[in-house]
């Protein structure tokens, strides 16, 4: 079945600091991914998608490329903030779906210091 | 627009008790599911609805029952709460349920309730 595997945080960095969070997936066909970002206390926001092979996403500084070949979908960023930190989750969603079901990863905690 | 509701916000309950989860969106959304989120677990499907009068069970679906008789609303019912029960849990919505690859299966997400169950 279908699955999403992310690095394991949790990721602490300096302000400034380059972010890269790994994200691969196990699906077939053609999936959607997705990153989620959750602040303290709150819910999951949509940060970035992309829906097919070599497709980038980008929000806020943000950006993730789809590759097919490598079955990925990292997370980069070039300079961090203390405002970043957050729990990053990485998810898909099969191609077609009748569920609308999406599949998470186990999300990875990133701290940035001052 | 309110975007994706749930009501409370944090509850606790002792075992066997039952209690409904409100979910409740105003954006005329199609697609709404309700997922529950337990550490290093991410977040798994309790059960979807893919418009009103259509529900089904998701990933981990037993000891929950959901309803849909309006397109708003999609409460999450827990029959006879227990321990194993608690976590976080998030009401989603989008316009479809993803069969175009668009901005149409862009799930919003509710801000949560904590559930403790004693």
């Known amino acids: 079945g279908n699955s999403v595997t992310q690095m394991e945080g949790p990721v602490t960095l300096s302000e400034e600091a380059f972010l890269t969070i790994n994200c691969t997936y196990t699906?077939?066909?053609?999936?959607?991914l997705f990153w989620y970002v959750q602040y303290p206390g709150e819910g999951l926001q949509l940060l970035l998608k992309?829906?097919?092979?070599?497709d980038k996403g980008s929000n806020k500084g943000f950006e993730a490329t789809y590759r097919k070949e490598t079955t990925s979908f990292h997370l980069e960023k070039g300079s961090v903030q203390v405002s970043d930190s957050a729990v990053y989750f990485c998810?898909?969603?099969?191609?077609?779906?009748?569920?609308?079901?999406?599949?998470f990863g186990q999300g990875t905690t990133l701290q940035v210091k001052p | 627009n309110a975007g994706v509701t749930q009501t409370p916000k944090f509850q606790v309950l002792k075992t066997g008790q039952s209690m409904t989860l409100q979910c409740a969106q105003d954006?005329?959304?199609?697609?709404m599911s309700w997922y529950r989120q337990d550490p290093g677990m991410g977040l798994r499907l309790i059960h979807y609805?893919?418009?009103?009068?259509?529900?089904d069970q998701g990933e981990v679906p037993n000891g929950y029952n959901v309803s849909r008789s309006t397109t708003e609303d999609f409460p999450l019912r827990l029959l006879s709460a227990a321990p194993s029960q608690t976590s976080v849990y998030f009401c989603?919505?989008?316009?479809?349920?993803?069969?175009?690859?668009?901005?149409?299966?862009?799930?919003?997400f509710g801000p949560g309730t904590r559930l403790t169950v004693l």
């Open positions: 954006m005329n959304h199609e697609y």
């Open positions: 992309a829906t097919k092979a070599d």
């Open positions: 998810a898909l969603r099969g191609y077609p779906s009748n569920t609308g079901k999406l599949i």
């Open positions: 989603a919505s989008s316009l479809d349920s993803g069969g175009a690859r668009d901005l149409t299966d862009t799930q919003y």
């Open positions: 609805s893919v418009g009103a009068g259509i529900t």
């Open positions: 699906a077939t066909g053609y999936p959607s």
